[in-house]
């Protein structure tokens, strides 16, 4: 990864304008998303554009891909992004609060790497409100906003997907099940097959089922990818 942005197999996702950079959350989220059989995707949070255009590489050319953010210098880069890539014409990106956005159609699949952190209020009074700060903490889309809104977006048969830190997977679980979006699937992921769980990834739709339940590894050692990872993303990483 370079300081202008990241390399993938089929186009270039800059990252100049965004607080945050292309990571490993959003390329493991996007990589594990299945939006083969989706008509209408919507990316939560989309900063770059990252996760619109890793869907729209494997959705069907038919398929209607919408990233809203309330960064105005995230909607620019994410644009620019969607334009030097080869799904221009499906991509659009618009500045609004997931709050506040409306759609003509329900969405198939929504997708969001959305903020992970509680707010912390002294350091915010003390570093002031960055455009990074409202993207990892819990400000502008708290996780009942969050949900709720996804409940009325997603059509009767879509999913939502996610990722999330291990610290808010559990109270994710009791506010999903309160708008009556079940978790059917999960993704624990270890950085190492010997360390503690980090991150979930997470499937909801309206249909209550049993949840499928999985493990990742990122890393076999450290400094090396494990055989796991390498094949969820390979149609992503250069070196995969």
Same mark, same amino acid.
């Given at each position: 990864m370079?300081?202008?942005g990241? !390399?993938?197999?089929?186009?270039?996702i800059e990252?100049?304008?965004?607080?945050?950079?292309?990571?490993?959350?959003?390329?493991?989220?996007g990589?594990?998303v @299945?939006?083969?059989?989706?008509?209408?995707?919507? #990316?939560?949070?989309?900063?770059?554009? &990252?996760? =619109?255009?890793?869907?729209?590489?494997?959705a069907?050319?038919?398929?209607k891909?919408?990233?809203? #953010?309330?960064?105005p210098?995230?909607?620019?880069q =994410?644009?620019?992004?969607?334009?030097?890539s080869?799904?221009?014409?499906?991509?659009?990106? $618009?500045? +609004?609060?997931?709050q506040?956005?409306t759609?003509?159609?329900?969405?198939?699949?929504?997708?969001s790497?959305?903020?992970?952190? +509680?707010?912390?209020?002294?350091?915010? !009074?003390?570093?002031?409100?960055?455009?990074?700060?409202l993207?990892r !903490?819990?400000?502008?889309l708290? $996780?009942r906003?969050?949900?709720e809104?996804?409940e009325?977006l997603?059509s009767?048969?879509?999913?939502?997907?996610?990722?999330l830190?291990?610290?808010?997977y559990? /109270?994710a /679980? #009791?506010?999903?099940? @309160?708008?009556? &979006?079940?978790c059917? !699937?999960v993704?624990n992921?270890?950085?190492?097959?010997?360390? %503690?769980?980090?991150? $979930?990834?997470?499937?909801?739709?309206?249909?209550?089922?049993?949840?499928e339940?999985?493990?990742?590894?990122i890393y076999q050692?450290a400094?090396?990818?494990?055989?796991?990872?390498?094949?969820?993303? %390979?149609?992503?990483?250069?070196?995969?």
């Amino acid at each position: 990864m370079s300081s202008l942005g990241f !390399q993938l197999k089929q186009c270039f996702i800059e990252h100049t304008g965004c607080a945050m950079k292309v990571g490993t959350d959003s390329l493991m989220l996007g990589s594990w998303v @299945e939006p083969a059989t989706a008509k209408t995707i919507l #990316d939560v949070g989309t900063g770059s554009g &990252l996760l =619109a255009l890793m869907l729209a590489q494997r959705a069907s050319i038919r398929c209607k891909i919408i990233g809203i #953010d309330i960064v105005p210098e995230a909607i620019k880069q =994410a644009k620019k992004n969607a334009e030097l890539s080869p799904w221009s014409a499906q991509c659009e990106f $618009h500045q +609004t609060s997931f709050q506040t956005f409306t759609n003509q159609a329900l969405f198939d699949l929504i997708v969001s790497n959305p903020p992970y952190f +509680t707010e912390n209020a002294t350091a915010n !009074q003390v570093a002031g409100m960055s455009d990074r700060t409202l993207a990892r !903490q819990t400000l502008s889309l708290g $996780h009942r906003a969050l949900f709720e809104n996804v409940e009325r977006l997603l059509s009767e048969t879509g999913s939502f997907c996610c990722v999330l830190p291990a610290e808010s997977y559990r /109270l994710a /679980l #009791d506010i999903a099940h @309160e708008t009556e &979006l079940y978790c059917n !699937q999960v993704v624990n992921v270890r950085s190492l097959p010997e360390t %503690k769980v980090i991150r $979930h990834l997470l499937r909801f739709s309206r249909i209550n089922t049993v949840t499928e339940e999985e493990e990742l590894a990122i890393y076999q050692s450290a400094g090396h990818y494990s055989e796991q990872y390498r094949t969820l993303c %390979k149609e992503y990483y250069l070196n995969f």
